[in-house]
Antibody, heavy 118, light 107 residues
């Protein structure tokens, strides 16, 4: 069974950092592009970042470029999202998802809640 | 950026009805379009990919279609379990974008 389990969410002050992890199991992690998608309270889905299978190609939405870093450890089957200089508008549930560019996101984690507030 | 204009934003239908949700892409995305169902407090679930392909395990009551840049999700024989928010999504190019969502209520 494909499983994606996020961790690392929480309450953080504006300007501070947080790192999310997504542990994958049930499939060959290194064969899939991966993505982070967020959803602010009562809002729609918003793509945040994607990474290619080997990690050599990364893509970000404009509003997080230079602040967020997506990475992966294929040996550990784990996806990461380093979030720096957090803003109140980054408050959301963050989902990791399998797939992205050129393919649908066919598996999703349960989500990690991030609240940016003083 | 590719804009996905989704309509309606909400709708209410009765058991057994047929409903259609639409997404209009602002530019050509080919068939790089998927539909997701999201229940309250849960993560999205892939229902349709490639505009018309049913994901494994999804009831055949769900179907997707395309007419030019207009994409539709149709649900036949509505049941209570179909209640939720439906999102369209283009994965043709970065930045990946989603529609604003359609909240479906079953009367």
């Amino acid at each position: 069974e494909v499983q994606l389990v996020e961790s690392g969410g929480g309450l953080v002050q504006p300007g501070r950092s947080l790192k999310l992890s997504c542990a994958a199991s049930g499939f060959t992690f290194s064969n899939y592009d991966m993505a982070w998608v967020r959803q602010a309270p009562t809002k729609g889905l918003e793509w945040v970042a994607s990474i290619s299978t080997g990690g050599g190609n990364t893509y970000y939405r404009d509003s997080v470029k230079g602040r967020f870093t997506i990475s992966r450890d294929n040996a550990k089957s784990t996806l990461y999202l380093q979030m720096d200089s957090l803003r109140s508008e980054d408050t959301a549930t963050y989902y990791c998802a399998r797939g992205g560019y050129d393919g649908p996101m066919d598996a999703w984690g349960q989500g990690a809640s991030v609240t940016v507030s003083s | 950026d590719i804009q996905m204009t989704q309509s309606p934003s909400s709708m209410s239908a009765s058991l057994g009805d047929t409903v259609t949700i639409n997404c209009l892409a602002s530019q050509d995305i080919g068939n790089y379009l998927s539909w997701y169902q999201q229940k309250p407090g849960k993560s999205p679930k892939l229902m349709i990919y490639g505009a018309t392909n049913l994901e494994d395990g999804v009831p055949s009551r769900f179907s997707g279609s395309r007419s030019g840049s207009d994409y539709s999700l149709t649900i036949n024989s509505l049941g209570y379990d179909d209640e939720g928010i439906y999102h369209c999504h283009q994965y043709y190019e970065y930045p990946l974008t989603f529609g604003s969502g359609t909240k479906l209520e079953i009367k």
